[in-house]
Nanobody, 125 residues
Framework: QVWLVESGGGSVQPGGSLRLSCTAS????????IGWFRQAPGKEREGVSC????????WTADSVKGRFTISRDNAKNTAYLQMNSLKPEDTGVYYCAAAGSRWSGFTDEDEYDYWGQGTQVTVSS
């Protein structure tokens, strides 16, 4: 079993920045990736970014590429999502998730076995 806890959400004006953190505990040694997902009001959840826990290779959705950066600190069992130049359309609940051996390198939700509770990000003037 793995538990994930997100933090760092909040309210920010357009153009601002936030850094989300996702800390894993439990049986973390089998994890191969951490992913970030978001769900805007009235929309389906979508994959934002993910990173390999072994080689650090990241993938980022085109909608946030150049503005969001994913990273991880294996010693702290923590992954981060640095979000810059935030836009109102980035508003939503952000979830982190962890994948094991079924991970294929992207943000297919079916490949992620463990999910955090989510953290709210609101971008508004």
């Amino acid at each position: 079993q793995v538990w994930l806890v997100e933090s760092g959400g909040g309210s920010v004006q357009p153009g601002g920045s936030l850094r989300l953190s996702c800390t894993a505990s439990g049986f973390t040694w089998d994890l191969e990736a951490i992913g970030w997902f978001r769900q805007a009001p009235g929309k389906e959840r979508e994959g934002v970014s993910c990173i390999s826990t072994t080689d650090g290779n990241p993938w980022t959705a085109d909608s946030v590429k150049g503005r969001f950066t994913i990273s991880r600190d294996n010693a702290k069992n923590t992954a981060y999502l640095q979000m810059n130049s935030l836009k109102p359309e980035d508003t939503g609940v952000y979830y982190c998730a962890a994948a094991g051996s079924r991970w294929s390198g992207f943000t297919d939700e079916d490949e992620y076995d463990y999910w955090g509770q989510g953290t709210q990000v609101t971008v508004s003037s």
